[in-house]
């Protein structure tokens, strides 16, 4: 499973990227906002600091306009995926990215159909919202399951992207359905490293070799 950063808050990419467990990030509209910089500049910088995939999204609503902008964005990096909604307008949009080679990160994917139109769409990646499904009273890890049965059957190439992640048990869930990539703010992903058996086995492990007297090297 690929892990990918949701968020455009550098500091917390680079602490996350010197772990070498980093393989991309996602942007949007509000992180953008949260981040409280240029898109370019912020966006430009993300590209310096990771190799993978780093998902910058169009603001337009029509097709044309989405055209004009992802040219402005993919100018960015080599590493651009130009996220766009998952619209009429947005899977025309990215069925022309694609078709030029442009990595494609189809957003707002909130049932199986769209994320089958996504596919013949030629998306790199979608991205269903887990955790906005769960607010509406949704099991969103059931969209997963429905996704990646569909995907498995026709065999595409779209990678399931799993989005909108607030805790670590998202991740676990979506893992052992086989998404491909999970993007979650880098609070949650450092969630996971934390077990209170692992903090207890260390300390009991650091106090016996403290009483041996021994040093290594
Ligand atoms: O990548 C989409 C993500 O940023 C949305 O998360 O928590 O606002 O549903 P959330």
Not at 5 to 26: F, H, Y
């Amino acid at each position: 499973m690929k892990f990918f950063a949701d968020t455009a808050d550098t500091d917390a990419i680079r602490e996350l990227a010197a772990t070498g467990l980093l393989d991309g990030v996602t942007t949007n509209p509000s992180l953008i906002k949260k981040a409280g910089r240029d898109i370019m500049d912020v966006t430009r910088e993300i590209c310096s600091i990771v190799d993978g995939p780093v998902s910058a999204e169009v603001v337009a609503t029509d097709h044309d306009e989405m055209m004009r902008e992802a040219e402005v964005l993919r100018k960015l990096g080599d590493n651009i995926a130009i996220k766009v909604p998952l619209t009429i307008d947005g899977l025309k949009t990215c069925k022309k990215l694609t078709g030029d080679g442009t990595m494609v990160n189809v957003t707002l994917c909130f049932s199986a159909n769209q994320a089958l139109l996504a596919a013949k769409a030629g998306a790199s990646f979608i991205s269903p919202f887990v955790g906005r499904h769960d607010d509406v009273g949704y099991p969103g890890i059931e969209l997963i399951a429905d996704i990646r049965l569909i995907y498995d059957n026709y065999d595409f190439d779209t990678e399931i992207l799993v989005a909108s992640v607030r805790n670590p048990i998202h991740i676990h869930d979506s893992a052992k359905l086989g998404a491909d990539v999970m993007t979650a703010p880098p609070e949650v992903i450092w969630r996971m490293f934390d077990h209170p058996l692992t903090d207890k086995g260390l300390a009991a492990f650091l106090k016996d070799w403290e009483a041996t007297g021994q040093t290594i090297g």
